[in-house]
């Protein structure tokens, strides 16, 4: 082999870093826990282990999720999580799809089923985190159920907004009617 190449060492002009990187290095360390936390969601199932689940989501949000578990805003919270994972987590595989297509808009064709259950379990990972990052932040409503509630909205409109029209399309319609020989008079429209 040629003596020079054996010898040939690059000058390294050290880059000065770019305002993007630390940005890019919170994005893969995000990514990561989003990945970890799909994962995790997918051993805990729609079972017991989903609460003890939702708590450690709660808790890894550092000292506010802490204090607010042992709080009035955890007791608020938890259930409000546990609701909207199981809303959006498909019952079979048949229901994955069609939950991944309606409540995140997620096309998941040529995926394997497994890859279809990890891509819709980060989905609803990311949901949970931003709902339990909205009702932590400072600020908003003083009742916890009221700011729970408002977290949960945007964090749905931002992640998740079928879930939003599924809860529309769930409501039942009331009002007030009275018979009238034949017909029916609605009141008050």
Not at 59 to 84: T, W
Not at 115 to 131: G, H, M, N, W
Not at 152 to 169: K, N
Request: hydrophobic share 50%; with cysteine; aromatic share 2%.
């Amino acid at each position: 082999m040629n003596r020079r190449l054996l010898d040939y060492v690059p000058e390294v002009m050290p880059s000065a870093p770019s305002a993007s990187a630390p940005a890019q290095l919170e994005e893969g360390l995000e990514e990561g826990a989003e990945m970890e936390h799909g994962a995790a969601l997918l051993e805990a199932g729609a079972g017991p282990a989903l609460g003890r689940f939702l708590a450690r989501l709660v808790a890894g949000a550092g000292p506010a999720g802490r204090a607010a578990l042992r709080g009035p805003l955890g007791a608020a919270l938890l259930p409000a999580l546990d609701r909207a994972a199981r809303a959006a987590l498909p019952r079979d595989m048949a229901d994955l799809k069609r939950k991944a297509a309606t409540i995140f808009g997620l096309e998941l064709e040529g995926l394997s089923p497994e890859d279809k259950e990890f891509a819709l379990a980060r989905q609803v990972t990311r949901l949970l985190r931003a709902v339990v990052d909205g009702a932590l932040a400072p600020g908003g409503a003083a009742d916890p159920a009221t700011r729970v509630q408002a977290a949960l909205v945007l964090a749905a409109r931002r992640h998740a907004p079928g879930l939003l029209r599924q809860g529309l399309e769930a409501r039942p319609r009331g009002g007030a009617w009275r018979r009238e020989g034949g017909r029916l008079v609605v009141l008050d429209c």
